[in-house]
């Protein structure tokens, strides 16, 4: 149990302070949290509102002792406050008593049940009005040279914690005590742990019991709070860090909700990190002006650990230093980089804000695992802060070759903290090439560099297809194939170039027309970001124009669903498509293709993939898939004609070479293998020559 003031004590310190004290209380289930303050219950819910910072307490005890508040119903604990303001007179006749002391002013605009307060200087703090007050019965409290509370004879917080412990069954050494004022006395006059911060008040520090459980901390405010928790090994810091853009899990309709996809980088390290000798913790961004929700508290997995972004800021980091400068490079699309100071100076701030929260929470010699080129710069933040830490980064986007990588405006400074990293990882070796060029001739030791492909979790999805299978019915020999796209909307994903490529076909082939449908599954990405616009409007105009050319009474060409679907409604897409086509101008592992397969295999239903010779799954299936060239817009209308005759012998043939191929390791053994393979980089490393 940590009890705690509020002000100058857990609201005391920097920023960056209470942001380590607040992820280290997300992260501690088992640390139940306890205001104690001379707020009142009012102004306590308005500074939960209001400020992003401030945990969110179990228990509050407010009006310097006289409430004790149940703070997950944000009820009084009657029983407990009839017992704290017993012999209570009552603020009118407290008032009336305390008229002939001119030099009192009463708190007009504060709210204050079970109690009476005023503003005092020092100097009158006098015997006469104590005097006066112990006439009324009542005890009181005087703090931060200015506070004059006149409180039930039985009311401090002392005591309301005493009641609170007995009545919950606390133990004395399960409470560690912190404060700055002298109305915390009675706090630390109750023989728990207690830590005084270096910001109290003379007096306190004087007058806290000269005890070895109360530490008088060289710290301040929050700083000194997670500086006493430590000392208690109550905060423990993490042997490895996950630091990633987004959460594992998504925060929507005030509840966090889990992916639906067994695959991708989200749920595959959520699922992988349940190992209990590991202790892991995902670093993450919350976007938005308004407080981070409570992490969950997981079962099994990572513990997560919210960063609060503003909304501004975000929007210059992600939405166009992210997707406007460092995309279309990656994308080999250096044409299209835009590049902006401002948006770049929100990327830097963004990056520092990771490195330092990371910083927070790893402990000594820990292992941060950071992903992809959203958090470049934070190798470089990181380990002037930390050199004790052993990091390592893997990017899931291909990797551009360097004189692409040049491009960027700022690629001197990427190359300088991609140049700190222990472990660059990538999924195919052409990437991990460029990688290797790119920092040929760095003034610093190279990191290590590792190539590890990462495939799906084939079991989920042939569990979920079978199941599928057998409520969906095939397509009859006469019916129309089906071509199948799901992609993100992208221009790396070439969606224009296919609508245009199956226009030129429909035009070459008129026995095709009527006997095939190209379905387009295709989400929008986050509202704000404005890069893909262009494709947006292209791929509409496009979609019209061949419906229009080519469709008729009962068919359309092109069916285009630009929304997202849950997973087992994509694995229905799949059972039913006979082609799916991917054509991208770069890309990663493409987990649609690999799902296709699978799907396909357990369902056996046969079936053909037609696959961008630029994505980087097409290193690991070859030629068993028809491979085809973005670049060259009549190859891409011949590979997918190649796809609509070919005969159903040769399509299951085709689908069991392509299935057999899918031998990358599960999602599971692949990031314990990463993790693995940045621990064992902390070795010296040699220097690039």
């Known amino acids: 149990m940590l009890v705690t003031d509020l002000d100058g004590t857990l609201l005391g310190g920097s920023p960056h302070d209470r942001q380590q004290l607040l992820d280290v209380l997300n992260r501690e289930p088992d640390v139940t949290l306890v205001f104690a303050t ?15 910072l401030l945990p969110r307490p179990r228990w509050i005890i407010a009006d310097v002792g006289s409430s004790v508040i149940d703070a997950e119903r944000m009820a009084h604990v009657h029983a407990l406050e009839a017992r704290l303001r017993a012999g209570w007179p009552g603020d009118a006749r407290v008032r009336a008593a305390l008229e002939r002391f001119p030099y009192l002013r009463h708190q007009e605009q504060v709210a204050q049940e079970g109690r009476c307060s005023f503003y005092l200087a020092p100097e009158n703090l006098s015997d006469e009005l104590i005097r006066a007050v112990g006439t009324l019965g009542c005890s009181w409290s005087y703090a931060s040279d200015q506070y004059f509370d006149v409180l039930p004879p039985r009311a401090d917080k002392g005591n309301a914690l005493r009641l609170l412990a007995r009545t919950l069954h606390w133990p004395r050494q399960a409470v560690l005590v912190a404060g700055d004022s002298l109305n915390d006395l009675s706090l630390f006059r109750l023989g728990t742990h207690a830590v005084v911060v270096a910001n109290a008040e003379p007096a306190l520090i004087k007058q806290a019991p000269a ?80 407080p981070p929700p409570s992490p969950p508290r997981p079962a099994a997995g990572p513990a997560l650990s919210l960063l609060p972004l503003p909304s501004d800021r975000w929007a210059g980091y992600f939405h166009h230093t992210c997707k406007e400068t460092l995309w279309p490079a990656l994308m080999s699309q250096p044409g299209l980089i835009r590049h902006r100071p401002a948006h770049w100076a929100a990327y830097e701030a963004v990056n520092t804000d990771f490195a330092r929260h990371i910083a927070s929470l790893a402990g000594q010699g820990a292992t941060v695992w950071l992903h992809d080129y959203n958090l470049w710069l934070v190798p470089a933040f990181l380990k002037a802060d930390r050199p004790d830490l052993t990091v390592g980064l893997f990017h899931h986007t291909p990797f551009p070759h360097p004189d692409v990588f040049r491009r960027i405006p700022a690629a001197d400074q990427l190359c300088d903290s991609l140049a700190r990293l ?81 226009d030129t076909l429909l035009a070459e082939e008129p026995t095709l027309r009527r006997r095939v449908r190209f379905r387009l599954i295709c989400p929008p990405p986050e509202p704000g970001i404005h890069a893909y616009d262009a494709t947006r409007t292209a791929l509409e105009n496009a979609i019209t124009r061949v419906n229009r050319r080519w469709g008729t009474k009962g068919w359309k060409p092109v ?80 590979t997918l004609r190649a796809a609509l005759t070919m ?25 314990r293998t990463v993790i693995s393979a940045i621990r064992a980089s902390a070795a010296p490393r040699t220097r690039t020559r």
């Open 38 to 52: 001379g707020r009142s219950l009012t102004s306590v819910r308005s500074l939960l509102r209001e400020d992003p």
């Open 422 to 502: 222990d472990w660059a990882g990538f999924h195919t070796p052409d990437c991990a090439d460029n990688f290797r060029r790119l920092l040929a001739g760095a003034a610093v030791p190279a990191p290590h560099i590792g190539v590890h492909p990462l495939g799906i979790d084939r079991r989920a999805v042939a569990r979920l297809a079978r199941t599928r299978a057998a409520a969906l019915p095939r397509r009859q020999d006469d019916g129309p194939q089906l071509v199948l796209s799901v992609e993100r909307l992208d221009y790396a994903k070439a969606p224009v170039h296919k609508i245009r490529a199956l």
């Open 559 to 638: 069916e285009y669903i630009p929304h997202s679907l849950d997973f087992p409604e994509v694995v229905d897409h799949y059972l039913a498509a006979d082609v799916f086509w991917v054509a991208s101008l770069a890309d990663g592992m493409n987990l649609t293709a690999q799902e296709y397969i699978a799907a396909r295999h357990a369902a056996r239903r046969p079936g053909v993939l037609v696959l961008s010779r630029r994505a980087g799954i097409a290193q690991c299936l070859g030629t068993a898939a028809l491979l085809t060239d973005p670049l060259h817009p009549h190859d891409l209308v011949d």
């Open 211 to 290: 005890d070895a459980r109360v530490h008088h901390s060289a710290l301040d405010g929050a700083a000194a709070v997670l500086d006493g928790l430590e000392r208690l090994g109550w905060s423990a810091t993490r042997s490895v860090v996950i630091g990633y853009h987004r959460p594992p899990l998504r925060w929507a309709d005030g509840v966090w909700q889990a992916p639906s996809s067994p695959n991708g980088i989200l749920p595959t390290l959520q699922a992988a990190l349940t190992d209990k000798h590991l202790s892991v913790v995902w670093a993450a961004a919350h976007i938005g002006d308004a």
């Open 647 to 671: 005969p159903e012998v040769e399509r299951a043939a085709h689908l069991t070479r392509l299935a057999a191929l899918l031998d990358n390791p599960a999602p599971t053994d692949w990031a």
